[in-house]
């Protein structure tokens, strides 16, 4: 089995899937827009002021010797988002808009396809918005399509945000691209997920949310691993301050933070000090009104966000829509019980009381209950602390592409069995 990973710009679980392949012997190539492996001329330049974005294109030299790039729009949409040019990336119509990235390298992808086949190519493994014209050739070349899908599939997570646009009008501005999407978007989501073979998902609620959009396909359920941790190291809450409570995430209501807010204003209390690291949707201003009091945390490095959470001391994630939101694990990999509900693709890693708290969405109460829980409780903090690194610990990067690799080598092999007896008959 020879496997094309491709993806326009990588994160974790494309990180880890091209990694696991390439240990296995079954990467036949990997394409993206761009990529830095270390001491390479971009990996310098990365180091450089002004260019440190690079760094987010990072990937193992395990794979460089079968990585692809086609960086040429991806670096048109930097070089925008850098000098602040925002018709060239606006939503769908931006000449660099992320999504004609997607698309362009979705493209190139294909046109690639004839010739790689005739050294060995088998499968593809595309992601939601850059796969239709890559499964469309493959369908052609007979080449088994892979669909990792790691959000709720479209027609629930549009449905739950409209139903937030309406509930918290003000807030529907943050939730941008979710109420947004053209038709024409939707629909070609809804065509790469009818061309797949597989569908890889990371949890249950991504499942869940296919319906039974899924029942003639080969469904993989696989969550992601956890950041590593030094399970030695024994959290401890330093006395007479307030509870540190931190949201992670892009700082819209789709990740529920208006209802955070809300229970804040519930608990009305100096008791809690709520940290909130993400990207603005709207200026800052916009947040302060709503909540005049938290402490507001700009984007930085993986390694510095890693460092912030273990200077808290819950998380809280009232998300209404995710996939699997990984945050999760990476806050519970550094000591952090967690207050989050359903939809964040991460029910698993609660154990009710011992690793943290499921909450409803839309529950400002229910989250103030549970923040009122921890303020009672404080004594309890230190064992939670451990149960969440214990408990995240189970879930591996490993375990999440071991999963992937030997489901689609077994989907492989019921083909050959199948066209072997077809013959045969």
Excluded at 18 to 25: C, F, I, N, Q, S
Aim: glycine residues 8%.
């Amino acid at each position: 089995m020879k496997v094309l990973v491709s993806h326009p710009t990588g994160n974790a679980n494309v990180r880890a899937i091209a990694k696991g392949l390439a240990e296995a012997g079954n990467l036949h190539s990997f394409y993206t827009t761009i990529a830095t492996f270390p001491d390479t001329t971009l990996d310098l330049l990365a180091r450089l002021p002004g260019l440190s974005e690079l760094k987010r294109r990072n990937f193992d030299p395990e794979i460089q010797a079968r990585t692809h790039t086609y960086p040429w729009l991806e670096m048109g949409r930097m070089i925008s988002n850098k000098a602040g040019f925002k018709s060239l990336t606006a939503h769908e119509s931006g000449v660099f808009c992320i999504d004609k990235v997607y698309h362009s390298l979705d493209r190139y992808v294909a046109s690639q396809l004839p010739g790689l086949q005739k050294s060995g190519l088998n499968v593809v493994y595309a992601y939601e918005d850059g796969a239709l014209e890559t499964f469309r050739q493959a369908k052609k070349l007979g080449i088994t399509c892979v669909y990792e899908l790691p959000i709720a599939f479209w027609e629930t997570s549009r449905k739950l945000l409209l139903e937030e646009a309406a509930r918290l009008p003000e807030w529907s501005e943050t939730l941008a691209g979710g109420i947004s999407d053209s038709e024409k978007k939707l629909q070609r989501k809804s065509m790469e997920l009818d061309l797949a073979d597989i569908i890889v998902t990371p949890g249950s609620f991504v499942a869940d949310s296919l319906g039974t959009l899924a029942l003639e396909k080969k469904l993989v359920v696989s969550p992601f691993g956890s950041p590593e941790n030094n399970l030695s190291t024994k959290k401890t809450r330093r006395n007479n301050r307030p509870l540190r409570v931190l949201f992670a995430g892009s700082m819209g209501q789709r990740k529920g933070l208006a209802d955070l807010f809300e229970a804040i204003k519930i608990l009305d209390t100096d008791e809690i000090e709520l940290v909130v690291l993400g990207s603005l949707l709207r200026e800052l201003s916009f947040y302060r009104n709503k909540l005049t009091r938290f402490t507001y945390e700009p984007t930085r490095p993986h390694a510095d966000v890693l460092t912030l959470m273990r200077s808290c001391d819950v998380f809280c994630l009232p998300s209404i829509v995710e996939g699997r939101a990984l945050v999760i694990q990476e806050a519970m990999s550094q000591g952090l019980p967690v207050i989050i509900t359903a939809n964040t693709g991460g029910r698993d890693l609660v154990i009710d009381g011992g690793t943290g708290f499921e909450v409803p969405i839309r529950s400002p109460g229910a989250i103030a209950e549970k923040l009122r829980w921890f303020l009672d409780n404080t004594d309890q903090l230190d064992q939670m602390s451990i149960n969440a690194q214990r408990h995240a610990a189970s879930y591996s990067w490993a375990g999440y592409t071991n999963k992937i690799i030997l489901e689609i080598e077994k989907y492989q092999k019921n083909c050959l069995a199948n066209d072997s007896s077809q013959y045969v008959g």
